[in-house]
Structures are given as C-alpha cells and as structure tokens.
T-cell receptor, first 115, second 113 residues
Framework: DAGVIQSPRHEVTEMGQEVTLRCKPI?????LFWYRQTMMRGLELLIY????????DSGMPEDRFSAKMPNASFSTLKIQPSEPRDSAVYFC?????????????FGAGTRLSVL | AQSVTQLGSHVSVSEGALVLLRCNYS??????LFWYVQYPNQGLQLLLK??????LVKGINGFEAEFKKSETSFHLTKPSAHMSDAAEYFC???????????FGKGTRLHILP
C-alpha cells in the first residue's frame, strides 16, 4: 500500500486566499484524522471522521476551517479565508479501526505558508 | 481528562550511549500508551504501543518502553544510540473512550558523534 497520501506537499498562498488540503487514507481504514503542527502549540487534533462521518471537530480553530470526507478514500481540509497564523504543517492520519488502541498512520504532511 | 507530559524538549546523547526519553501521563482509566517518531520532513510513525499485558514493550529500531502504573510513566529507552536515531519523539495516550489519542509536545533527540 502507498500509505496515506497528502497533497500538495507545500503550499504558499497570500492572506485571504482559499486553501484546500487533500488526503487519501489507506484503503480499508475507516478512521481519518486531521492534525496541525506548529512550534508553539505542537501537534493538535483538528477533526476526525469515522466511516466518513465527522465525530469530533472541537479542535477546529474557527469557522474559517472546514473539513469534508465525501467517501472512504478522500478527505479535504479547507481554510477560507487564510491568515498568516494558519501557517503550519498539516497532517492527515488514518486508522484501520475505531478505538484508541489502534495505530494511526500519518501522511507526509502539507507545509502551508500564508504570506 | 487525559494528558501527557514529556520532560525535556531537547535531549542530547553521545553515539553509543543510553537513550532515555521521559513521559508521564494522566488518565482516569487504564490507558493505552504510544511512542511515535518523526524524522525531518516526514509524518509520525509508530515506535511501540502498550495496551494490556506485559508492561515492557519492545518496538522498532531497538527501542523499548516500560509501563509503570504506580509512577504513571512510560519512558522510552534504547541501550545504544545511533546517529540515525536523531529525530523528534512523541509520547501519546488514549483513555479508550473514543478514537482520539493525545500527543505530548515532543522531545527532539540529538545524537553527538
């Protein structure tokens, strides 16, 4: 399996623009997680899905952030409008089963720079 | 609520020396515990996990960790450091009530030649 695939790997945009990050989980995994990593705040869980349904979005910082999972093989994280403080590395992870006992497999991340 | 504290944001050891990365957790129920490693410009990958049973768990690349309930600790060790071990290490905990795992702030391990 190719693992969790994220695109793009790098994104540079200007403040106010819309940004869409994409994630393809490992086939057969039914849990998907979006994280944000910054030096100041470390690794933060933004939202996670089970079977394409959002379960917990309490980590989404504000209404400018939205996430969707239209099917089992694709998810997006959208920021509209983007701000410089959104600059971070965004990770997607998938897990084969629900429940905290199970391993999360991470993508390589998208490094977002908002100018 | 569950939480994880990693002592030391940076740890330096000489090549060949013992690696010890400290992790303490807080959980109201018996936890599941994890160590993940992140190499530069990569995502996190699992080193090892504790769920139930034997309290000493072995992971990849010669790492191991011991679950000590009385000390609420899950420290990561490796007998002999290698240059390739230079990375950031994250301890994580789950209280098993949902699918989330809570990550610590991370410890960056530096290996001195």
């Amino acid at each position: 399996d190719a693992g969790v695939i994220q695109s793009p790997r790098h994104e540079v945009t200007e403040m106010g623009q819309e940004v869409t990050l994409r994630c393809k989980p490992i086939s057969g995994h039914n849990s998907l997680f979006w994280y944000r990593q910054t030096m100041m705040r470390g690794l933060e869980l933004l939202i996670y899905f089970n079977n394409n349904v959002p379960i917990d979005d309490s980590g989404m910082p504000e209404d400018r952030f939205s996430a969707k999972m239209p099917n089992a093989s694709f998810s997006t994280l959208k920021i509209q409008p983007s701000e410089p403080r959104d600059s971070a590395v965004y990770f997607c992870a998938s897990s084969p089963l629900g429940g905290g006992a199970y391993i999360q497999y991470f993508g390589a991340g998208t490094r977002l720079s908002v100018l | 609520a569950q939480s994880v504290t990693q002592l030391g944001s940076h740890v330096s050891v000489s090549e060949g020396a013992l690696v010890l990365l400290r992790c303490n957790y807080s959980s109201s129920v018996p936890p599941y515990l994890f160590w993940y490693v992140q190499y530069p410009n990569q995502g996190l990958q699992l080193l090892l996990k504790y769920t139930t049973g034997a309290t000493l768990v072995k992971g990849i690349n010669g790492f191991e960790a011991e679950f000590k309930k009385s000390e609420t600790s899950f420290h990561l060790t490796k007998p002999s450091a290698h240059m390739s071990d230079a990375a950031e290490y994250f301890c994580a905990v789950s209280d098993r009530t949902d699918d989330k795992i809570i990550f610590g702030k991370g410890t960056r391990l530096h290996i001195l030649p």
